[in-house]
């Protein structure tokens, strides 16, 4: 990584509370090139509080893009951080709008020139295309990396229109700690108490109302901008990783939007700004490719960025199974059109016998974490035992390597005796000593085979053809390897099973087939000509991580209780642990997530999430403390949610509520 200090304009930063219109003041901090002309604006909106969280990344990207002539702007979320007004749920009427205010609030002040741009990863990066979408005038160009387009079937909730165990439950889990921490009165002033105990008086868990819409419902619709890409009149730069569950985002957005105006990037990265260096490389120079789409769009230079293929993806090369890898071997490829002109279908019949398959609910204790991060626990082991409990057809890899770009497809005869159930396809790389790693899987809730947005139970006995897409990916799979696809009805915890699933079904081959994108192989001289700059960002803040005499419990942790039949599964997100900031503030936070599973009862599927928080200023006095326990279980016709918060200022407990609640499994009620 390369640290700049030397940049064309000097910089400031200031702090500000910007007006909407109800009165509510939302809390920014701006940095500003120092000069007498005004200069564009750029703007990432989040809830995660920029005085403590996000700092350390703030502080990476916004002095650099101040220093090359931008305003740089982040700001809190109504209800979140130091901003006033109440929390909403995520990407609410009320978040847009202000977000829309905020973008003209910008535009009107005298150092602005009236372009915006806004940029972000993830929350940021949905919420810019979210507005985007709502055409402010003077939004010219957006800047999202790791969002999606979908808000019901590429989010953290729902997947194939199957329940998403894993994150629906430890997201909604990890945004109510986030939304129960205090404002900070270092910015916050002496009403930081009353901010907080009004916004504590309001709080609801989101997973209420995330499993109150099991199907893709008016709610999913709102702010999914697949419903409408020809509202957005900015011009997008959509970035992603083939390790970030995001990424068909980025493919749907060069397919949908305007050739002028749309470009994409997908390299090996995980959930994770492509500058920043963590597993899996290799990183780029992404502020400067940035820059390039700033410069182009907002002060109309031509950089040339409108010249890159529509989009730059990265094919990973063949590489053992492991959990992390510091860096990728690949090349990247350039296409100007999508779907790729460069690829062509590839038919895979199966074969063999029907099959009885009947995995064990245990079946996706090496899925790897949903959302990886760059950890050394996040990605997929070896998938041989997923593989033993899974139906595999191979394809053998003769003569020359077989390279796939896009998004693999399956068409599955199955045969059910139940009326609700799942089907998982994995597809992976067997090498010829057997190890098996993972490229890329897919999902169908069998409910929801005629549409995400109904529930269709499946007629006992009967025997139907599916047909799902798998996650896109580029990777090549040399000679002398095997392309396998796995086959499984059970994927916990990402897929929340059904009720009646351990049945199963039957798969028969007779009918069934795996399609894949297979690009030609050859190495263009377009695609060698792309190339990255190295990664750059400004002074890192200085923040200090005190010592501890704690033994570290493992990132990811299966048990098995043999007698019993019981697997867990406990997992430590590692979103932060214990820090000191230069002024003053010293935060922690501890999380652990626990799934647990009968291997033969679908019902005794449990999630649980612990959170605990201390934010402590000793200069003056000031030391809060909030405690968080959520817990997602089931039965044959409800989910059953219960949370706990307990907030503390001192010893004293200031707030303290338990919510519970029963929540009709919509597949249930269908019969």
Known sequence: MRIATDFPYETTREDVRIPMPDGTRLYARIWRPVTGEPVPALLEYLPYRLSDWTAPRDSQRHPWYAGHGYASVRVDVRGHGNSEGLPGDEYDATELADGVAVVEWLAAQPWCDGGVGMFGISWGGFNSLQIAALAPEPLKAVVTVCSADDRYDNDVHYMGGSVLGVDMHAWAATMLAFVCRPPDPEYAGEDWRELWLTRLEDVDPFLHTWLAHQTRDAYWRHGSVCEDYGAIGAAVLAVGGWHDPYRDTV????????????????????????????????????????????????????????????????????????????????????????????????????????????????????AGRFFPFGNDADLPPDQREEDARSACYEFPVTDAPVEILGRPRVTLRLRMDVPFGQVVARLCDVAPDGSSTLVTRGALNLAAREGRDRSVPWPPGATETVTFELNGIGHAFPAGHRVRLAVSSAYWPWIWPQSGSAAGFVLDPAGSALELPVRDGDTSAEDAAIAFEPPEQAEPLRVAVPATLEEERPERLV?????????????????????????????????????????????????????????HRPERGWDVRIETRSETACDATDFLATNE???????????????????????????
């Open 559 to 615: 048990v098995r209780d043999v007698a019993e039949g019981v697997w867990r599964l406990e997992v430590d997100p590692r979103y932060g642990g214990t820090r000191v900031y230069p002024d003053g503030l010293e935060f922690s936070e501890d999380a652990l997530e626990t799934y647990t599973i009968q291997q033969d009862d679908p019902l005794s599927a449990r999630a649980r999430s612990a959170w605990t928080i201390r934010l």
């Open 251 to 366: 493919l749907r957005l060069v397919e949908h939007l305007p050739a002028d105006r749309v470009r994409g990037l997908i390299g090996p990265w995980s959930h994770q700004y492509p500058d920043r260096g963590l597993p899996p490389g290799p990183a780029i120079g992404f502020l400067q490719e940035t820059l390039r789409w700033w410069d182009q769009h907002l002060k109309g230079r031509d950089t040339g960025i409108m010249a890159e293929p529509l989009l730059r993806s990265w094919i990973s090369d063949s590489h053992r199974p492991a959990t992390v890898y510091p860096e990728l071997p690949g090349r990247w490829v350039g296409d100007t059109a999508w779907p790729s002109p460069n690829a062509t279908p590839s038919t895979h019949t199966l074969g063999g016998d029907p099959v009885l398959v009947r995995s064990p609910q245990h079946t996706g204790v090496d």
């Open 645 to 671: 918060v307990v907030c503390r200022e001192g010893e004293q407990v200031v707030f303290h509520r338990t919510w519970e609640r029963r929540i009709p499994r919509v597949a249930r009620t269908a019969d």
